[in-house]
């Protein structure tokens, strides 16, 4: 994340407007050649033009400053593109179906990448009538545990909250082709295909 909007940010979102530097300055009440200093990082715009300034480029302030621009593009919706954030601090869960600026405890949170399970964080998956039995061998201490177990399909998301104490087992309708998440307070998140 960027502490402050950077120039790039600034030109590729006009350009993508399809604004020129003029039209940009216009609208903010500054000279083009501020707006050419601003892309070329020979200076910065006010925090006062901020608010302004992510207007005229059609999105939020924090977007722009994480020089992020997130369009709605309603990509088919495709699930299976989703990810996952959790907040190290209150142990927050965000699903997002797609590309997302999310902070939680005042945290911008990176979306989790999941790795292949490993010796440590292996999962058994037992069919029990019209359902699967899920069990993660793992701890489920206060200090190290699972704390939920989410399948993912193309269409549909079932996630279930597990707690320390508790056991690292669930069931699930693992219906269709899907990955399997789980993740793990100290070590992250893992998946499985299936
Ligand atoms: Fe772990």
């Known amino acids: 994340m960027n502490t402050y909007v950077t120039g790039t940010t600034i030109r590729n979102l006009r350009e993508d407007r399809r604004m020129t530097q003029a039209e940009l300055a216009e609208t903010l009440g500054v000279s083009s050649k501020t707006v050419s200093k601003w892309e070329t990082a020979k200076g910065l715009p006010d925090i006062t033009l901020l608010k302004p300034l992510a207007q005229a480029l059609g999105i939020s302030v ?62 058994t998956i037992e069919q029990v009538e019209d359902e699967q039995f899920i069990t993660v061998r793992h701890p489920m201490t206060k200090e190290h545990f699972i704390s939920f177990v989410a399948y993912v399909t193309c269409d549909r998301v079932q996630l ?35």
């Open 62 to 123: 924090i977007e722009l400053m994480n020089g992020e621009h997130i369009t709605n593009r309603n990509v088919s919706g495709n699930l299976r593109r989703c990810k996952f954030y959790v907040c190290p601090i209150c142990g927050n869960i965000i699903h997002s179906t797609g590309s997302a600026v999310v902070s939680c405890c005042g945290v911008t949170l990176p979306p989790l990448e999941a790795e292949e399970a490993d010796d440590d964080h292996a999962v």
């Open 160 to 194: 279930v909250k597990l707690y320390p104490e508790g056991n690292a087992q669930t069931r699930l309708q693992m219906r269709g082709l899907g990955t399997l998440y789980y993740y793990c307070n100290r070590h992250g998140l893992y998946k499985k295909g299936r």
